[in-house]
C-alpha cells in the first residue's frame, strides 16, 4: 500500500509559478512509477506529467505545459514535486498525483495504482 498527500497548492497569478510536492509513505517509494494529473470542474482527469521508478528516471509530458511545467523526483524524501511556471488560467485545476509499481511514464490514468486526494490551483488572470 501506499499513501500520497499532496500540497504546493494556491492561488497565484497568470505567469507565476508553484511547486507542488506529493509526499509517499511507504519503503518502495523508489519502486514506483509517478505520475501527475489533473481535473477542472467539468472536465475528465487528464494527464500532465509522469517519471519513472527507474534510476534514469525518464519523464513525459503533455503538450500543453512541455517547456513549463518540470516533475521531479527525491527518493531520499519520498517525494515527488511539479514546478509549474508560467501558469495561465487554463491550468486551474486539483492536481493529484498518482503512483504506479514498477512503471514507466503512461499517461493513462487506469495505469495508476494508486491516488493523492488533490491538492486545488487556482490562476487568476
Known amino acids: 500500500q501506499v499513501q500520497l498527500v499532496e500540497s504546493g497548492g494556491g492561488l497565484v497569478q497568470a505567469g507565476g509559478s508553484l511547486r507542488l510536492s506529493c509526499a509517499a509513505s511507504?519503503?518502495?517509494?523508489?519502486?514506483?512509477?509517478m505520475g501527475w494529473f489533473r481535473q477542472a470542474p467539468g472536465k475528465e482527469r487528464e494527464f500532465v506529467a509522469a517519471?519513472?521508478?527507474?534510476?534514469?528516471?525518464?519523464?513525459n509530458y503533455a503538450d500543453s505545459v512541455k517547456g513549463r511545467f518540470t516533475i521531479s523526483r527525491d527518493n531520499t524524501k519520498n517525494t515527488v514535486y511539479l514546478q509549474m511556471n508560467s501558469l495561465n488560467p487554463e491550468d486551474t485545476a486539483v492536481y493529484y498525483c498518482?503512483?504506479?509499481?514498477?512503471?514507466?511514464?503512461?499517461?493513462?490514468?487506469?495505469?495508476?495504482?494508486?491516488w493523492g486526494q488533490g491538492t486545488q490551483v487556482t490562476v487568476s488572470s
Open positions: 517519471i519513472t521508478w527507474r534510476s534514469s528516471g525518464n519523464t
Open positions: 511507504g519503503r518502495t517509494f523508489s519502486s514506483y512509477a
Open positions: 498518482a503512483a504506479q509499481a514498477y512503471g514507466g511514464t503512461s499517461g493513462l490514468p487506469s495505469t495508476y495504482n494508486y
